[in-house]
C-alpha cells in the first residue's frame, strides 16, 4: 500500500522566514495530495492540495510543489507567522481509497 | 462546502462502559465514512472505513468487537468504542465521502475520549 514519509518531525522559524516542509510517497498511483493545518485539539483543515497533473500550486503565502517522476511534494510557506504555528499533515490518496497520512511536522514560528 | 458534524467534541467515561460517537453529514450524502484514531502528537491512523447499509471494513490490528461501526444511513455513521479502557482514551475524528464530487477530505470536529 501507500506510505508517506514527512520532514522533519519538528521546524521552528523566526518570523518572517520561510518554512518547508517535504513528504515522499510510495505508490505512484496516487493522484491527490492535500496538505492539512491541526491546532491542537482541533480537526485538520485542509490549506492546500495539488493534483497530480499540476506541478505547483499557490494561495497567497502558501505554495505546493509536485515532482511525480521523483515521487515527492513541498509545502512552503513564505514570511511566516506566530499563527502558523501548528502541525502540518501531508497525505497522498491512491485512487479511490482513504488519505494515507504523513507523520506531521510540529512547525513552530518565533516571534 | 461539505460539513460533517462529529459529537460529542469531549467525553469521559469509566472503565468497563461504552460510548458512541456520532458523525454526520449535514449538506450531503456521506456514501462512505472513515473512522480515525489520533494519539497526541502522532498522526491519523485509520481505524475502518464504513459504506452504507453495509459492515464496515476495519484495518489490521483494529478490533472490530470493540469498535462497533454503525452506517445506517446515508448522512450518520457511528462508532462506539465498547467496554472501554483507558488505553482507549484518544481523539477520535470521522470523515465523509459522498456522492457529487463530495469528497472525504473533510473531516469532523473530533471526539476527545478520556477512560478514567
Known amino acids: 500500500g501507500e506510505n508517506v514519509e514527512q520532514h522533519p518531525s519538528t521546524l521552528s522559524v523566526q518570523e518572517g522566514d520561510s518554512a518547508v516542509i517535504k513528504c515522499t510517497y510510495s505508490?505512484?498511483?496516487?493522484?491527490?495530495f492535500p496538505w492539512y493545518k491541526q491546532e491542537l485539539g482541533k480537526r485538520p483543515q485542509l490549506i492546500i492540495d495539488?493534483?497530480?497533473?499540476?506541478g505547483e500550486k499557490k494561495d497567497q503565502r502558501i505554495a505546493v510543489t509536485l515532482n511525480k517522476t521523483a515521487k515527492h511534494f513541498s509545502l512552503h510557506i513564505t514570511e511566516t507567522q506566530p499563527e502558523d504555528s501548528a502541525v502540518y499533515f501531508c497525505a497522498a490518496i491512491p485512487g479511490n481509497t482513504p488519505l494515507v497520512f504523513g507523520k506531521g511536522t510540529r512547525l513552530s514560528v518565533i516571534a | 462546502g461539505a460539513v460533517v458534524s462529529q459529537h460529542p467534541s469531549r467525553v469521559i467515561c469509566k472503565s468497563g462502559t461504552s460510548v458512541k460517537i456520532e458523525c454526520r453529514s449535514l449538506d450531503f450524502q456521506a456514501t462512505t465514512m472513515f473512522w480515525y484514531r489520533q494519539f497526541p502528537k502522532k498522526s491519523l491512523m485509520l481505524m475502518a472505513t464504513s459504506n452504507e447499509g453495509s459492515k464496515a471494513t476495519y484495518e489490521q490490528g483494529v478490533e472490530k468487537d470493540k469498535f462497533l461501526i454503525n452506517h445506517a444511513s446515508l448522512t450518520l455513521s457511528t462508532l462506539t468504542v465498547t467496554s472501554a479502557h483507558p488505553e482507549d482514551s484518544s481523539f477520535y475524528i470521522c470523515s465523509a465521502e459522498g456522492t457529487g464530487g463530495i469528497n472525504g477530505y473533510t473531516f469532523g470536529s473530533g471526539t476527545r475520549l478520556t477512560v478514567v
Open positions: 505508490d505512484s498511483a496516487s493522484n491527490y
Open positions: 495539488i493534483r497530480s497533473n499540476v
